[in-house]
């Protein structure tokens, strides 16, 4: 018996769940890219390129 899974969404891979940094620490929703920043849509969270290191 196979365990039950839900689909990913649309641009999301199995690879994006084992990188904790693409969602946001906040609410828990899969950051959206723009340029070198990282930011949640639905809190207004963002992370800039030097927040990374």
Do not use: N, W
């Amino acid at each position: 018996m196979e365990p039950i899974t839900s689909p990913a969404a649309p641009g999301e891979t199995d690879r994006d769940e084992h990188e904790p940094c693409l969602y946001c620490p906040v609410c828990s929703v899969r950051l959206s890219e723009r340029k070198c920043k990282l930011f949640c849509k639905q809190c207004g969270y963002y992370m800039s390129c030097a927040d990374y290191y």
